[in-house]
């Protein structure tokens, strides 16, 4: 079996947990993420795409422990606070008012989670009128625990294409796309629902578009075909 290499195109479930606490934080397990209440309907569970080198899609650290690994395989790896969410900032630690606080209907209590301004904190303590609050991630100082189990390698251009549609348009039926690859241009053709529902679809589109261009630069051209279907007008 061929071993992993950069570049290369592979699907994986993970799993995140606190090192310190075994909290778990994040999974692609449906199951596992209805079983500690993360489940969230908004987000797509299974298998997921990672091209290997690529930090936008997994921090470096996963990505260097893949390479070398083959299909099958399942690792663990630890990620140190200074490659997640950093160390305490004392200057993040923040003291205040009773009274602004109750003002916006906010009621001092320790371990309440609070939004303020644009920020998120937690109460830590309440003396009197003062409320000190921090401001840090909840995570931070804390080592974050990859389990990671490789599905399977993609090595054809056409599930390429069709893993990468499924990565920049997230909660998609890839079987409603007609993708057309000619060597030179790639012709995606999209279904109407998610040309009229999807708000962010042209930033999708171009995003994609680079993907593309990127990984097969030898098709210098990305054409999106769209439509919209009407029912005829009934007749006199």
Request: aromatic share 8%.
């Amino acid at each position: 079996m061929a071993k992993i290499k950069m570049d290369d195109f592979i699907r994986i479930n993970y799993t995140l947990k606190v090192k310190e606490t075994k909290q778990i934080i994040e999974t692609s397990d449906e199951d596992l993420a209805k079983k500690e209440n993360l489940y969230d309907e908004k987000n797509s569970y299974g298998p997921r795409l990672m091209i290997v080198g690529n930090e936008e899609m997994f921090l470096k650290r996963v990505n260097d422990a893949v390479i070398g690994k083959e299909a099958g395989d399942k690792f663990k790896v630890d990620i140190p606070p200074e490659e997640t969410f950093g160390f305490k900032d004392t200057s993040k630690v923040k003291l205040l008012g009773r009274k602004e606080l109750v003002a916006k209907n906010i009621f001092p209590e320790i371990g309440r989670q609070i939004q303020w301004g644009n920020q998120n904190g937690i109460i830590i303590s309440v003396l009197g009128g003062r409320v000190r609050v921090d401001f840090n991630h909840p995570l931070v100082g804390q080592t974050i625990v990859y389990s990671v189990e490789i599905i399977e390698r993609i090595t054809t251009v056409k599930k390429k294409l069709e893993a990468l549609v499924v990565f920049r348009m997230t909660g998609i039926d890839i079987s409603t796309f007609a993708i057309k690859d000619e060597k030179d241009k790639i012709t995606i053709t999209m279904p109407e629902e998610i040309i009229t529902k999807d708000l962010y679809i042209q930033f999708r589109k171009i995003r994609l578009a680079s993907d593309i261009n990127k990984i097969f630069p030898s098709r210098t051209e990305v054409i999106f075909i769209e439509s919209c279907k009407f029912d005829a007008p009934a007749s006199k």
